[in-house]
């Protein structure tokens, strides 16, 4: 994210209850000949999928409010993922966000989707999907 001043900041979204998806396929090309008694293939480009995840929607939650304002602003973003081996908040590397002594997954991508579910005795939640655009990079935590 950006604030006002064009300066990137991190906005960690709240009360997330679920994540899904956050990964890339692999296309194949065919290189088959006639003369070939079985199909033959090379690696084509990576196809990144998309990512979608929960969360217990409240409106003052202003990171609640901003995933609608990134949809209806067609807003591409750094987004990150962080594992729970440590507690280190991403930083900007050529914008990508980046861990160093956690685990995470860091993409680019733009919100695709913000779908709201209302139900009897129970919260509001919203559905929120991301189509990730470019390479969804996997990162370990550097050892201490």
């Known amino acids: 994210m950006h604030d006002d001043s064009g300066t990137p900041s991190v906005v960690e979204?709240?009360?997330?209850?679920?994540i899904s998806g956050a990964g890339?396929?692999?296309?194949?090309?065919?290189?088959?000949c006639l003369s070939d008694k079985s199909r033959q293939y090379i690696p084509g480009l990576s196809s990144p999928g998309e990512l979608?995840?929960?969360?217990r929607f409240?409106?003052?939650?202003?990171?609640h409010m901003l995933l609608e304002t990134m949809r209806k602003n067609r807003t591409t973003a750094a987004?990150?993922?962080?594992?729970?081996?440590?507690?280190?908040?991403?930083t900007f590397a050529e914008d990508k966000l980046t861990f160093t002594s956690r685990s995470g997954i860091a993409?680019?991508?733009?919100i695709t989707s913000v779908?709201?579910?209302?139900?009897?005795n129970s919260v509001v939640?919203?559905?929120?999907?991301?189509?990730?655009?470019g390479e969804v990079e996997v990162s370990k935590a550097s050892a201490a």
């Open 13 to 18: 979204i709240g009360c997330p209850t679920s």
């Open 58 to 63: 409240d409106t003052g939650n202003t990171s």
């Open 107 to 110: 993409f680019n991508g733009f």
């Open 79 to 90: 987004w990150a993922i962080g594992f729970s081996d440590g507690d280190e908040e991403p």
């Open 115 to 120: 779908e709201f579910s209302f139900e009897q």
């Open 24 to 32: 890339a396929t692999q296309e194949s090309i065919e290189t088959t």
């Open 52 to 55: 979608s995840f929960d969360v």
């Open 125 to 133: 939640s919203a559905s929120v999907g991301i189509q990730i655009t």
